[in-house]
């Protein structure tokens, strides 16, 4: 019975955003705390569209999806740069697409601090989510013992 209560789709898409925020937040930090490190590359990380399929969620992008007519053709996946690897069911890569400055440092710090506002933003947004999901719970729960 409580296995039912807990094991919600929505509590654990809650539960996989907070912790790709939290992992997000480190990298944003990294990532400023490398801002002046020469040839150093921005990581960043790709979270949405990974648990949006995990929970069979399909949004519309308006892009038209890439047909092969022969088994030469290259299947049109996205490609995030050869240093990736999936932490949390996020990728996180290395963004070695572009270089800002002559060092080879491609960090915008501008950018990066635009980022980590948003990602508190986000990460606030889903705590308080979470908190009155679980509310909703313990009122559930309290209101069977009377």
């Known amino acids: 019975m409580f296995d039912r209560l807990f094991n919600q789709p929505a509590l ?26 020469p040839n150093y590359k921005a990581v960043r990380m790709r979270f949405e569209e990974y648990l949006e399929r995990e929970m069979g969620i399909s949004t519309p992008t308006g892009d038209l999806p890439l047909q092969r007519t022969d088994s030469r053709h290259l299947p049109g996946n996205v490609s995030y740069g050869i240093n990736g690897q999936f932490i949390n069911g996020a990728f996180v890569y290395i963004d070695d697409s572009t270089t800002f400055r002559l060092d080879g440092n491609n960090v915008d710090i501008d950018h990066e601090t635009a980022e980590q506002a948003k990602n508190a933003i986000q990460y606030s947004t889903l705590t308080e989510l979470a908190g009155r999901r679980l509310s909703a719970l313990r009122t559930v729960i309290s209101e069977g013992r009377r």
């Open 12 to 37: 654990y898409a809650l539960e996989r955003a907070m912790d790709a925020s939290a992992v997000r937040a480190e990298l944003i930090a990294n990532n400023i705390a490398n801002a002046d490190t």
